[in-house]
Every structure is written in C-alpha cells, then in structure tokens.
C-alpha cells in the first residue's frame, strides 16, 4: 500500500503555477509535471500530461479486472524488457504526448508547449516507473536517498560523458537549463521505464526542478527524515526549497510504502 500527500507552490518570482501532480491511492499512483511554453502554455501542457496519465492507468486498471489480459492493448508496441505494468505507464506518457501535440496545433498560444513527467506506481511490493525530463523521484530506504530517475538535460548529458568533470563548472552555461527530451515537443518521445522492488517504510518523493534545483541530496535527505508523515515530509522538503531561494514553482509528492502482507 502506498500512503501518499502532495503539494505546490507557485514561488516567490513566478506569476503562475506550471506545475501539475495527481494521487491515486487506489491504483498505488502519482504522478508529477513541470509544464512550459508561453502565455501560460506550460501550466495546460503538465495538466494535460497528468490527467491523460491518470485516466488511461485507471481505465486500464478497470478493464483488467473485468476482462483480464484480453483489455490490454499496446498502441506504440509492447517492450518486453518490462512488464505489462511498465509497459501501461510507458504507453500512458505517449498517450500524452499525442494529446500535447494535438492541443499544440490547434492554437498559436499553445505552439511549443511541453511538459516533464514522472509516474510512479506501486504494484504490490513493486515499483514501477515511467519518466521525461528532469522532473525526479527519490527513494529514503534505510536512511539512505537515492536519485531513481536520470535527467533528461543537457547538463546531465555532459556529465555522462565526463563523470569527472565538476558539476559547479555547468552551473553558468547558457546551456545548463536546457531539456534534451520532453513531452508534448516531438511526435517520437523516448519513455524511460524501470522497475525494482519496494522494502516496508520506503519513502518516495517526487519534485520538480523548483526543489531539487536548490537542494541537494543531502539536504533533501535531511528535509525527508525529519517526519515521518508523508504529509509532512512532502511540506517539509517544498519549505526547504522556498526557505533556499528558489526562483522557480516548486511541487513535491511524498509517498510511504507498507507493505500489506508482513506480520508484526
């Protein structure tokens, strides 16, 4: 089961909020979205992203429990490097894409809008996740964080190459905030998808780059282990970024794991 509480906040510099999450407690589900784009385009874009998201895992979700396997189709084919669960959450984020893409040409002032993504889901004692862009998810699990997802960015790209070279060096590169892959911005999008097992009391936390853009992990770590709430740990941590500066909106999702079938 997966206890989770969200909140945002449209910063101290930014006119309006382009940030987007959702819950589903009872499909295991969250979802968070750093939408961009002009005249407020980025707020529909992250918007669009997560109720599309939302919608198609929960009426998949339905349809397998009345038909089973006979309710699942895969419109941008199926990778068997993942299961079906991955595999619904990677056709979810296309599903979007398509939306976006659609809404975008249908009126000037949504032309190049485009959205970040990450969808997290608990599916038993696994996790399963589906993620564009440099919005991350965390994992706390026994007082240690870890970085699930990997930026799509340009920074990040650099860094892959060179893994000596010093992140500070980046910090003032015009290029640093530039996103390499996102939703809504090409017909073809590439849909990261992983899966691992979830322990009993892991804590996930989903943000934005309005928080992990000002915190780093061990001061995300420190913000975490002060409750134990997912209510607050997710106020905790968006307090820390604005107490830290940050320019930018700023959203986060914490979430609880426990795991149903252990006995105490």
């Not at 060096?169 to 017909?187: E, F, I, S, Y």
Request: charged share 20%; hydrophobic share 45%.
């Amino acid at each position: 089961m997966l206890r989770a509480y969200g909140v945002t906040d449209k910063g101290r510099v930014r006119p309006t909020n382009e940030d987007r999450f959702a819950i589903q407690d009872d499909l295991g589900l969250c979802v968070i979205a750093d939408g961009m784009g002009g005249h407020n385009a980025g707020e529909v874009a992250a918007r669009v992203a997560v109720d599309a998201i939302v919608d198609f895992v929960t009426e998949k979700h339905r349809s397998l429990a009345l038909l089973g396997d006979r309710a699942l189709d895969w419109p941008f084919g199926f990778d068997p490097e993942f299961s079906p669960d991955g595999n619904m959450l990677r056709t979810a984020i296309q599903i979007a894409n398509v939306q976006i893409l659609e809404m975008a040409g249908s009126a000037d002032h949504f032309a190049g809008m485009g959205t970040t993504v990450v969808a997290a889901r608990a599916v038993g004692a696994r996790l399963v996740v589906g993620h564009v862009g440099d919005s991350r998810l965390y994992i706390l699990s026994g007082g240690r964080l870890r970085q699930v997802t990997r930026d799509d960015s340009w920074v990040a790209g650099v860094l892959a190459q060179d893994p000596h070279l010093d992140p500070i060096l980046l910090q003032h590169h015009p290029m640093r905030n530039a996103l390499t892959n996102v939703v809504g911005a090409t017909p073809r999008i590439d849909v990261h998808v992983l899966e691992e097992a979830l322990l009993d009391g892991d804590v996930l936390i989903l943000t934005t780059d309005g928080v992990h853009g000002v915190l780093n992990e061990e001061q995300l770590r420190y913000a975490a282990q002060r409750d134990d709430a997912p209510e607050a740990i997710a106020q905790t941590v968006l307090t820390s970024a604005l107490q830290r500066g940050s320019r930018d909106n700023c959203t986060v999702v914490a979430a609880r794991y426990h795991n149903d079938q252990l006995k105490y």
